[in-house]
């Protein structure tokens, strides 16, 4: 995967930007609140179509563009991917609505042809490292499962519309099962939003079992290194139907107990997820809500049989979460055959002086890197005259010649 060119229009303080992309890395210095970490977030952006920022994509509209009634942000990448070369193109349009109102529209364009985002998700991917991005590890269970969501959406081509799928039937079942709650009824009414549940929420299922499985693998080792063999990383899944049979009468497994669901197949998550849904019917219908599902799945990270989220250092925090981005760059190359745009923002100011040069290692010549700092003294001599140095400055990108 190359990024050749990237054109900005109205993209938070990047009211423009028009650049061409070197295969080498590129170091994007400037100030804080310069736009650095925005040139970032317009990349990933056109590989997940949502913000690591924010939830809400109208805040990525530029502040003083967003003011008018009809406001237009225009991200624009020229790619190539093996040996094909693509234009994509997102539009997020803020438009009128109502009295006073504004809403927003998104628009995808892949070849010069409209899609719909869920089809357009993967063409271009990008794996991207933030400071904040801690909350992987020490967030809620929410923070895990969009960080499943986001990488699964890029590598396996029908994740995102599956996902949106088991929304949209979720939304649905949690409605009548309120209802059903306030109002009384048939629980059989159910069945249909069940099927539903059960059929995309399955595959779900089974896609997070097969990813956690082989991004561990790939983790694990880089961690191994990082730590120069002191410690053992562990990516425990805890999902919340989980179909893997329990011991009579244990009600659970310790979290340090290794797993293994990879002989599961889809059917048999099928047949117990559905089966499990019927057994708690009456539990769901009181509560008013889905209780089980992929909903509620978990992800936890286990160094040497303790939880890192719990009791791990900000040291092994960090680490874990440089594992597992490294390892996520890996996976997505043997999961699609292309290496993703690499995205590293301010990273190095949060490793020590082996780490930056354990991460440096670790990104090649076959790979595209963009990282950015406050500060050059962090990176090594060799590396700075192989890579292309950027000035970023009150929103405008100027190479160094």
Same mark, same amino acid.
């Given at each position: 995967?190359?990024?050749?060119?990237?054109?900005?229009?109205?993209?938070r303080?990047?009211?423009r930007?028009?650049?061409?992309?070197?295969?080498?890395?590129?170091?994007?210095?400037?100030?804080?609140?310069?736009?650095?970490?925005?040139?970032?977030?317009?990349?990933?952006?056109?590989?997940?179509?949502?913000?690591f920022?924010?939830?809400?994509?109208?805040?990525?509209?530029?502040?003083?563009?967003?003011?008018?009634?009809?406001?237009?942000?225009?991200?624009?990448?020229?790619?190539?991917?093996?040996?094909?070369?693509?234009?994509?193109?997102?539009?997020?349009?803020?438009?009128?609505?109502?009295a006073?109102?504004?809403?927003l529209?998104?628009?995808?364009?892949?070849?010069?042809?409209?899609?719909h985002?869920?089809?357009?998700?993967?063409?271009?991917?990008?794996?991207?490292?933030?400071?904040?991005?801690?909350?992987?590890?020490?967030?809620?269970?929410?923070?895990?499962?969009?960080?499943?969501?986001?990488?699964?959406?890029?590598?396996?081509?029908?994740y995102?519309?599956?996902?949106?799928?088991?929304? /949209?039937?979720? @939304?649905?079942?949690? #409605? &009548?099962?309120? *209802?059903?709650? !306030?109002?009384?009824?048939?629980? $059989?009414?159910?069945e249909?939003?069940?099927?539903?549940?059960?059929?995309?929420?399955?595959?779900?299922?089974?896609?997070?079992?097969?990813?956690?499985?082989?991004?561990?693998?790939?983790?694990?080792?880089?961690?191994?290194?990082?730590?120069?063999?002191?410690?053992?990383l562990?990516?425990?899944?805890?999902?919340?139907?989980?179909?893997?049979?329990?011991?009579?009468?244990?009600?659970?497994l310790?979290?340090?107990?290794?797993?293994?669901?990879?002989?599961?197949?889809?059917?048999?998550?099928?047949?117990?997820?559905?089966?499990?849904?019927?057994?708690?019917?009456?539990?769901?219908?009181?509560?008013?809500?889905?209780?089980?599902?992929?909903?509620?799945?978990?992800?936890?990270?286990?160094?040497?049989?303790?939880?890192?989220?719990?009791y791990?250092?900000?040291? /092994?925090?960090? @680490?874990?979460?440089? #594992? &597992?981005?490294? *390892?996520?760059? !890996?996976?997505?190359?043997?999961? $699609?055959?292309?290496?993703?745009?690499?995205?590293?923002?301010?990273v190095?100011?949060?490793?020590?002086a082996?780490?930056?040069?354990?991460?440096?290692?670790?990104?090649?010549?076959?790979?595209q890197?963009?990282?950015?700092?406050?500060?050059?003294?962090?990176?090594?001599?060799?590396?700075?005259?192989?890579a292309?140095?950027?000035?970023?400055?009150?929103?405008?990108?100027?190479?160094?010649?």
């Amino acid at each position: 995967m190359h990024l050749r060119h990237l054109s900005l229009t109205n993209f938070r303080s990047l009211t423009r930007l028009d650049v061409e992309l070197p295969r080498r890395a590129v170091v994007l210095v400037g100030q804080n609140a310069q736009g650095k970490t925005s040139a970032l977030e317009a990349i990933y952006f056109l590989a997940a179509f949502t913000s690591f920022q924010t939830h809400a994509d109208r805040q990525i509209v530029n502040f003083h563009e967003a003011k008018n009634p009809l406001a237009v942000t225009r991200l624009v990448a020229d790619y190539q991917r093996g040996k094909s070369k693509h234009r994509l193109e997102a539009r997020l349009i803020l438009e009128p609505t109502g009295a006073n109102g504004q809403r927003l529209r998104k628009e995808i364009l892949l070849d010069g042809v409209k899609r719909h985002v869920n089809d357009v998700i993967g063409h271009f991917n990008a794996v991207i490292f933030v400071p904040q991005m801690s909350q992987i590890i020490e967030g809620g269970p929410d923070e895990r499962r969009r960080y499943l969501n986001l990488a699964l959406a890029q590598a396996v081509p029908a994740y995102a519309r599956a996902l949106n799928e088991y929304s /949209q039937a979720l @939304t649905q079942r949690n #409605a &009548l099962l309120k *209802a059903l709650n !306030e109002n009384g009824g048939s629980g $059989t009414q159910l069945e249909v939003w069940d099927e539903a549940l059960v059929r995309f929420g399955s595959q779900i299922i089974l896609w997070r079992i097969q990813a956690i499985q082989e991004i561990e693998r790939l983790a694990s080792r880089v961690h191994h290194e990082l730590t120069r063999g002191s410690e053992i990383l562990r990516l425990a899944y805890e999902p919340a139907y989980d179909p893997l049979p329990k011991p009579d009468g244990q009600l659970g497994l310790k979290i340090d107990t290794t797993i293994d669901r990879s002989s599961i197949e889809l059917k048999e998550i099928q047949d117990g997820f559905l089966a499990r849904l019927k057994q708690i019917r009456g539990e769901e219908i009181a509560r008013g809500v889905t209780t089980i599902g992929p909903h509620r799945d978990d992800l936890r990270f286990i160094i040497n049989k303790a939880d890192v989220g719990n009791y791990g250092s900000r040291g /092994q925090m960090r @680490t874990t979460l440089l #594992a &597992l981005k490294l *390892a996520e760059v !890996e996976w997505m190359r043997e999961r $699609t055959g292309e290496y993703p745009v690499i995205l590293l923002d301010e990273v190095m100011a949060e490793l020590d002086a082996s780490r930056r040069a354990d991460l440096l290692k670790y990104v090649s010549q076959d790979q595209q890197v963009l990282f950015t700092t406050t500060d050059l003294n962090p990176f090594t001599t060799e590396f700075t005259e192989g890579a292309e140095i950027w000035d970023v400055k009150n929103g405008v990108v100027t190479p160094r010649k």
